[in-house]
């Protein structure tokens, strides 16, 4: 394990899902509910300084601080330390976190040549895309995406909410910023190329307003049904039929005042990308 890589705490529910907080090698990350915590939770369960993880790069423990409410590993107490593993599950209170450490899962698939080479192509050119860039991720279709998430830096949020966004978490379409690491980014491209992953998007705006965006569109009244029914609109295909198939007037509603442009995989392109921007 390279001792550079870095510890990931994510917050698992609520209206935190998804915030990340980074562990140094070398350093302690303290959690609590008071504003001087580097982690601050929105949970009065918690005590002001309640626990801490720490990380040397190679291994990670967490501690409990004090506080009446529990520190919990695993489903078991913490009362003062213990050794803490990658993808272990941590209760704080009221609040879940989990904690990974950066990049550890290598990818379990090899490419062709050809293949590995379209994929450094398509990166290259993504590189030249000015503004912030956000993912929305088809978690669904394939694990390892997921892994790539929440082994990486950058924070996310499911487009489902409430019970059912709890139920379906890990199958649910992600939003995730990738401007904010740019080893998931490349991860993404030069693992999912082709695979039609999701789709990509570049918005000044915060990930919250994104995703409340996006999630206007999630459901459509179809002609003839009488339910709304999903609309998978982070298949890159799907995506480009329907926009190609959009009047002005709907284009407009669908970028609104969030999205500047959305990207999609295109193997026929020769920037490897198929692009439409907000008019």
Known sequence: MSASRRGILELCWGPQQGAKAIVTPGRSLTIGRDPGAALVLDDPTVAPQHAAVEWDGEQARLRHLGGPALTLLSGQAVTTAAPLAHGEWIRVGGTDLTFHVEALTPCPWSREPADEAAAEAALTALQRVHGPLFAVLDTACEPRIAEL???????WRSLFDGVEGARLADAAPHVVSLSADPRLRADL???????????????????????????????????????????????????????????????????????????????????????????
Request: aromatic share 14%; proline share 6%; charged share 30%.
């Open 149 to 155: 998430v929440r082994e990486s830096t950058a924070p």
């Open 189 to 279: 491209v030069r693992e999912g190329w082709g695979y039609r992953w999701g789709v990509l998007l570049v918005s000044d705006k915060s990930l919250f307003e994104v995703r409340q965006h996006l999630r206007k569109f999630l459901l459509v009244q179809r002609e003839g049904e009488p339910e709304p029914t999903y609309f998978r609109f982070y298949d890159p295909d799907v995506l480009r039929v329907f926009l190609d198939s959009c009047t002005p007037t709907e284009l407009a509603q669908w970028f609104g005042n969030v999205v500047r442009c959305h990207l999609g995989e295109d193997l026929d392109s020769p920037t490897g990308w198929w692009r439409v921007d907000a008019r």
